[in-house]
């Protein structure tokens, strides 16, 4: 986990805002592929927002950013795995 947390910590810090719109697009159009987006899914489509909004222009700037995207995964597996 703390390895793939990483790597989208990189990838995000990386990435455009335009970039991370469509992730977050990409990821709402999966979770309502069912017809359904339970509140728990849209709490973490929320947090994501939030999460992607808190990226600063110059994310090496940002130390928390791993810390941030670690405990987003970590919320979005918790409510994956129904645990």
């Known amino acids: 986990m703390e390895q793939t947390e990483r790597w989208m910590a990189d990838y995000l810090a990386q990435a455009s805002e335009t970039e ?3 992730l977050l697009g990409a990821i709402g159009n999966l979770m309502i592929a ?4 339970s509140p728990e899914e849209h ?3 929320d947090d994501y927002y939030t999460l992607m909004a808190g990226i ?3 994310p ?6 791993v ?12 409510a994956v795995g129904g645990r």
């Open 56 to 58: 600063p222009a110059r």
């Open 67 to 78: 810390k941030g995207v670690g405990q987003f995964f970590r919320r979005v597996a918790k």
């Open 20 to 22: 991370r719109m469509q």
């Open 34 to 37: 069912d017809n359904t987006v």
């Open 60 to 65: 090496e700037a940002a130390p928390n950013l």
């Open 43 to 45: 709490t973490l489509l």
